[in-house]
């Protein structure tokens, strides 16, 4: 305990003794658990805030083998501190199809390694006793970032430091409060015999960990609070280490709980966490004895150390290091066991829309399969587009998440499509074939930037709701005309798809004159009404870029209808029109 500490508390202590005292610490852990944990939310929020779209990328992107998958899954939990938040985008790549299920065991292994960075940061600064001097000292750089920073990305940062600090002051008041008890003769026998109950039972220490994790929520939480009794020596190191070890168990129950009532896809992910450190408690439980608990104790004392929170720490990461790397080497029959124990009923897109088997055998019968699929994505688009109409008129936070589902689905089989068209091209096709073929891998392109258009107008509305800025009437009664132009468009469009009739593609794309007419002259109305004082200024950025954006969807949809109105295959550029 610091003198810091200690002063602190006497003087939080001076209303009462005996028992009024006794409250007032037992407030004062409560509230530490509190501040602990919503700096660690907080934290948490800004960095994948920061971090979020970027990693999302980078995980979809380098994941092409376990191993990649680990070492990926490992620095995302480590620069956003939340392994909560990599599963999620795991569950979302597995569940869009753009990663296997092998792959996401990497990234998970990798995640959970991550995930022991924040206990060792912890475990520096309380043996180094500065940690209510560096929570106060963080708390107020990050509030003051934050309040008076208008800049985004800074003031993103400054909320990251403010959840430091709140972190660490969150164990400096849990801190000071037990010490409150250790130092009662009365109290602290009871805290000793509980925690020798746990202590004499390893497997009463993990299921402690793991409901106490449960309950907070939060794996580090737990862990930090058993790194601080172990350093004040209410807690021996064979106690903690079992407490350690159900940490790692709660941590993925919430998890679990939540995927109950999403995708299979969701729930696989979810449960093969969760039996990823059930395997390692178990073994590392049964050698806890004479295998596990002798280690660390050795490691300890040839550092050196006596009640060093550092050695939890370090126990965690190992725990973790090794458990991965176990399941690395035994990726296959895992992942082989796992499929067993939960099969996939889903049929995947490639099953249901695109058959391999027919790439060599009858070039011209795939094709008729990827029209099944492009008109498929087709509808994705077309639903997509109708959502964000709805939404552009009234607030529905659900239809945000199924923005994201059908962007990920979109994204998906643009490029399911895509690789399945080249490998057509490398078998013996007619000229007819070839350019049907081209003209394919133009129109998924297309949809898919008309899907990218429809997550920035949702991102805009999203904004403009947050911000209460309101249409105007006029402003409202025009983009109606514009929206019910564009889907009269997306209609059509689909149709010409899934008939390829050129009468009903010409009669479409005569929407896009229309749309490119209303684009300029809603554009001029708005700047009308913003300069006669019936619009707010702070609306006409927005109002122009959605604009602008449902333009460039009509230039994409006139791109595929051109594509089914010319007879020869022509490459259009991005925006032709």
């Not at 520096?124 to 708390?139: H, N």
């Not at 009871?190 to 039972?201: K, L």
């Not at 299979?264 to 969760?274: E, H, L, P």
């Not at 019968?365 to 087709?378: D, E, G, H, T």
Request: charged share 20%; proline share 2%; net charge negative.
């Amino acid at each position: 305990m610091g003198i810091l500490s200690h002063n602190f508390l006497e003087v939080s202590l001076i209303f009462g003794e005996g028992i009024g005292a006794d409250i007032v610490a037992v407030l004062y852990i409560l509230c530490g658990l509190g501040i602990f944990l919503y700096g660690i939310n907080r934290m948490g929020s800004s960095l994948k805030s920061i971090a979020g779209d970027k990693m999302r990328v980078i995980i979809e992107k380098s994941t092409n083998t376990p191993l990649k998958g680990m070492l990926v899954g490992f620095a995302a939990t480590m620069l956003t501190q939340s392994a909560s938040g990599t599963s999620a985008i795991i569950v979302s790549l597995v569940a869009s199809g753009l990663m296997t299920f092998s792959q996401a065991i990497g990234v998970l292994l990798g995640a959970n390694i991550g995930g022991t960075v924040l206990t060792i940061i912890l475990a520096i600064f309380s043996q180094l006793k500065i940690m209510p001097i560096v929570s106060v000292g963080l708390v107020f750089v990050g509030a003051f970032v934050t309040f008076f920073f208008k800049d985004k990305k800074v003031n993103q940062i400054g909320s990251v430091v403010l959840g430091f600090g709140f972190i660490f002051l969150g164990l400096a008041f849990i801190d000071m409060s037990f010490g409150h008890f250790l130092d009662n003769p009365t109290y602290k026998g009871s805290i000793e015999s509980i925690f020798e109950t746990i202590s004499s039972i390893p497997v009463l220490g993990i299921l402690v960990g793991t409901v106490f994790t449960f309950i907070v929520q939060s794996s580090s939480a737990t862990i930090g609070i058993v790194q601080e009794m172990f350093a004040s020596g209410s807690v021996s190191l064979f106690g903690a280490l079992a407490v350690m070890l159900g940490a790692n168990v709660g941590t993925t129950v919430t998890a679990l709980l939540a995927s109950l009532g999403s995708t299979r896809s969701a729930k696989k992910v979810a449960i093969t966490n969760t039996l990823i450190k059930l395997f390692g408690v178990f073994w590392f439980g049964v050698c806890f004895r004479w295998a596990f608990y002798p280690i660390v104790d050795l490691v300890m004392k040839g550092f050196g150390w006596e009640a060093n929170p550092m050695i939890i720490a370090l126990a965690h990461l190992g725990f973790n290091v090794i458990n991965s790397f176990v399941i690395l080497l035994l990726i296959k029959p895992s992942v082989f066991v796992i499929n067993k124990m939960f099969p996939d009923d889903e049929v995947s897109i490639e099953d249901h829309l695109l058959d391999y088997s027919l790439i060599k055998k009858s070039p011209s019968l795939a094709l008729s399969f990827v029209k099944s699929a492009v008109c498929y994505m087709a509808n994705e688009m077309k639903e997509y587009v109708h959502l964000v109409k709805n939404y552009a008129f009234e607030r529905n936070d659900k239809e945000i998440e199924r923005g994201a589902e059908l962007e990920r689905s979109i994204n998906c089989l643009d490029k399911r499509i895509h690789d399945y068209l080249i490998k057509l091209t490398i078998t013996k096709i007619d000229d007819q074939t070839s350019t049907r073929l081209s003209k394919y891998l133009d129109q998924i392109k297309d949809i898919e930037r008309i899907g990218d258009h429809c997550t920035n107008i949702l991102e805009f509305f999203k904004d403009r709701y947050e911000k209460e800025l309101t249409l105007s009437d006029d402003g409202k009664q025009d983009l109606e005309s514009m929206f019910a132009t564009l889907l009269a468009m997306t209609d059509g469009t689909i149709e010409s798809i899934e008939t390829w009739d050129v009468l009903r593609a010409e009669e479409a794309s005569l929407y896009e004159n229309q749309i490119d007419q209303l684009e300029e002259v809603l554009h001029e109305r708005h700047i009308h009404r913003v300069n006669s004082g019936n619009c707010t200024f702070a609306n006409t950025e927005h109002y122009v870029e959605i604009l602008s954006n449902i333009e460039r969807m009509g230039d994409h949809l006139m791109n595929i209808l051109e594509s089914i109105i010319t007879k020869e295959y022509c490459k259009y550029d991005e925006y032709n029109h």
